[in-house]
């Protein structure tokens, strides 16, 4: 019984509460995501806009950060669907302008190809009837630059990015049609 007192004493006194936050004008958390964003192609009606993202609190010793943005509920098996990965992000970057992906990244991003096949924001698409899916817009706050990683699968750069993650935010919208 000490030891398991002592133990929670330890992790309570000695664990750093991280604040890193992420929000959106454009996407609420747990709203239905507009047509402006929604894939423009596959039968979906959108525009294909990436929506304006805004971060804060970093936590000390942020080098970079990853944006992962990924359909949990895409009827693929298990593996759901990617609608866009960006890597290496510069540490003193604190959001990105609605439709980044299309007018700009900043200097020094690695864009890996979603799962439409092109490295740029691919809006919600799900397939008709299949209810609304859930969009997990996911903010990494990573130690260093990651480099292109070229040849891994998205499967290991989650893991990568996963493994080396100072803290991060995660904001979901949904569609459906």
């Not at 133990?7 to 239905?32: E, K, M, N, R, V």
């Not at 979906?44 to 942020?62: H, I, M, R």
């Amino acid at each position: 019984m000490k030891r398991f007192v002592f133990c929670l004493a330890a992790l309570c006194a000695g664990t750093p509460a991280f604040a890193l936050d992420l929000t959106s004008p454009d996407i609420g958390d747990g709203a239905t995501i507009d047509e402006r964003f929604v894939f423009d192609g596959w039968g979906c009606p959108g525009q294909n806009v990436s929506p304006e993202l805004a971060w804060s609190g970093a936590p000390e010793g942020t080098a970079s950060y990853a944006l992962m943005v990924h359909d949990p509920d895409a009827p693929t098996g298990g593996a759901g669907f990617w609608h866009w990965i960006v890597l290496d992000i510069p540490a003193d970057t604190d959001g990105l302008g609605q439709n980044a992906s299309a007018k700009g990244m900043p200097e020094g991003v690695t864009v890996i190809a979603n799962d439409f096949g092109a490295e740029s924001w691919g809006g919600p698409c799900p397939p008709e009837g299949d209810g609304a899916h859930r969009y997990n817009i996911t903010l990494y706050a990573l130690p260093e630059a990651l480099g292109p990683m070229e040849g891994a699968s998205k499967a290991v750069i989650g893991f990568t990015v996963n493994a080396k993650a100072l803290d991060k935010a995660v904001l979901s919208g949904t569609y459906g049609r």
